[in-house]
């Protein structure tokens, strides 16, 4: 069995424990890192809550400088320091190194293991330094080819078997894609998107090389991303995970429950507006569902199109009325199309054309409008500095509802002459 299916037997075992920290420490202490690394946010702060200092430092030493990094941040300032004073020197140095930058940058997704040679050694030289790397940490470097301590290019691993080792490495080293440290994660995403790099160099202020970002790194990060996107649509936290306990959900959901009730209930108070109306044709009810439906539909559409364009900066405020109105006469093709069709049905179920006008023109109208507030909702939360698919839905199915109900109540009232 591989030590990935270990792990996630092991992480498993331990979510379904309801004796968190014994189930943890029976876990075999060269795989407790890589399962607190594997388990939800809330799991995490609630096993490293009861670990002693020691029993964490303990399992620290199995795990790489930046995931030893990833750890501590958890973890309060005192307890971190403490805890980082009880590393080996060497693994402190680059922890300590590490957690001088900001997490959500380049700086905090790169990794440290990588070698600098300078560009006028020989391949023997790359051998030793290669070597001694190995020896100290167990794994296999990023060559890295610098002159003067600027960086000049990368020399491929494969080369070292091509090649006699006492013939220089110049002639081999090939360009290597760069970021300064603090390029946003964001930025990150859409320069890998861009060039599908293997791999990136993090440089300083000074262009000097203090990391490498490998592409499974990114390949996390796009998950991460994937999962915040979809968690921010349906209003949970972004931590959340499907086996935390009851409390940590309640305590995630419960806030935004309550603003969707609020929401819902200025959507009734339009329906209460019209109660005369409905009284005296209660099949208006039947309808009411339908065009406020399609209406949030649509809405949803406009606004997950929109966000993906903010998101690959495709698109930017300045283009919002362009934005808008194509999206509008999108609305009102399609509301036409699906007007038309629910107007006939209404016309031929209840022999009421008149009804079934009211039914087509409301879908028309509430179409249009989900194509402006679609697009409009997230053009201003971004200019506003929002995340656009933070709680855009919300907003843009209230706004759909509301003028959906108006809009069909109040024509059934003035065509069909009821209420």
Wanted: proline fraction near 2%.
């Amino acid at each position: 069995m591989t030590n990935k299916s270990k792990v996630s037997i092991y992480t498993q075992s331990l979510q379904y424990n309801h004796h968190k920290k014994e189930g943890f420490l029976n876990i075999p202490i060269k795989y407790r890192g890589e399962v607190i690394l594997k388990v939800s946010h809330y799991l995490q702060q609630e096993i490293l809550n009861v670990l002693s200092n020691s029993e964490i430092t303990e399992f620290l030493t199995y795990l790489d400088p930046d995931q030893v990094t990833d750890i501590l941040r958890r973890l309060n300032n005192k307890k971190r320091e403490s805890i980082t004073s009880e590393l080996n020197k060497d693994i402190k140095e680059k922890v300590d190194f590490l957690l001088k930058f900001n997490p959500r940058t380049a700086a905090g997704l790169m990794d440290l293991n990588y070698i600098q040679i300078e560009k006028e050694a020989k391949f023997s030289d790359v051998a030793d330094s290669i070597f001694k790397h190995e020896k100290r940490t167990g794994k296999f470097p990023t060559i890295l080819a610098v002159e003067n301590g600027k960086l000049i290019g990368e020399l491929k691993g494969h080369t070292l078997g091509l090649y006699s080792k006492h013939e220089k490495i110049d002639e081999y080293i090939k360009k290597a894609p760069v970021v300064k440290y603090n390029l946003n994660e964001k930025d990150l995403l859409a320069l890998f998107k861009k060039h599908e790099h293997e791999k990136i160099v993090v440089l300083d202020e000074n262009e000097g090389v203090i990391g490498v970002i490998h592409s499974d790194d990114i390949l996390r990060l796009i998950q991460k991303e994937t999962t915040n996107t979809i968690y921010n649509f349906a209003g949970v936290n972004k931590q959340e995970d499907i086996l935390d306990p009851i409390k940590a959900k309640v305590q995630n959901r419960y806030k935004w429950l309550i603003l969707n009730l609020g929401t819902a209930f200025l959507a009734a108070s339009v329906v209460g507006l019209f109660q005369d109306t409905i009284s005296k044709m209660v099949l208006l009810a039947v309808y009411m569902p339908i065009v406020s439906g399609m209406g949030g539909n649509a809405g949803t559409q406009t606004m997950a199109v929109v966000v993906r364009g903010l998101a690959l900066q495709e698109i930017n405020f300045n283009l919002g009325k362009k934005i808008i109105l194509n999206e509008m006469g999108t609305g009102a093709i399609n509301g036409t199309i699906n007007g038309i069709i629910t107007a006939l049905i209404a016309t031929m179920f209840n022999y009421n054309p008149l009804l079934g006008l009211v039914v087509g023109v409301s879908m028309i109208i509430n179409l249009i409008n989900a194509g402006f507030f679609g697009a409009l909702i997230p053009l201003i939360m971004k200019k506003l500095g929002k995340d656009p698919a933070t709680s855009a839905t919300i907003f843009i199915t209230t706004a759909t509802d509301v003028i959906g109900f108006l809009t069909f109540l109040g024509l059934a009232k003035i065509v069909l002459r009821i209420g």
